[in-house]
């Protein structure tokens, strides 16, 4: 398993979005943990959207948004895309490095029943990585 696979699944699958156990179809915590042994995370995008929206497409080029954010840390173009599309992007959600065993922590986001949600990061020290959580759609039943 190469090391894109291994951060994604420390970061996301195991415990980077925890759920608080009231959540309900339009108000949701989140919980992000940077789970990884020496990385750092920056910036952080969190964006909620319909189900046609994606920051990237698994196994196509790099859009320029997504090349911004992984080499340079630019979310703007990806904030941006998001908008355009009718979304919404929670801003100074992670400001700063998100070090090895810290966290961020959105609390009470409002959302539209059948919202996505998407997570995106730049990687340090690299110089082109990112880990990303692609249109997760958000629960509609509490738990």
Request: cysteine-free; hydrophobic content about 45%; proline content about 6%.
């Amino acid at each position: 398993m190469n090391l894109s696979k291994l951060l994604l699944a420390g970061s996301f699958a195991t415990q980077g979005l925890l759920f608080s156990p009231l959540v309900d179809a339009e108000n949701i915590d989140i919980q992000f943990i940077n789970l990884t042994q020496g990385m750092h995370f920056t910036p952080v995008l969190f964006s909620v959207h319909d189900g046609a929206t994606n920051l990237y497409a698994l196994g196509a080029a790099a859009s320029p948004e997504i090349q911004a954010m992984a080499e340079g840390g630019d979310i703007s173009g990806l904030q941006a895309q998001v908008v355009a599309a009718g979304g919404s992007n929670i801003d100074d959600s992670a400001p700063g490095l998100l070090a090895p065993a810290s966290s961020s922590e959105i609390l009470g986001l409002d959302v539209d029943p059948d919202s996505y949600l998407s997570i995106a990061t730049m990687l340090l020290p690299t110089n082109d990585a990112f880990t990303a959580l692609n249109g997760w759609k958000i629960p509609s039943e509490p738990g």
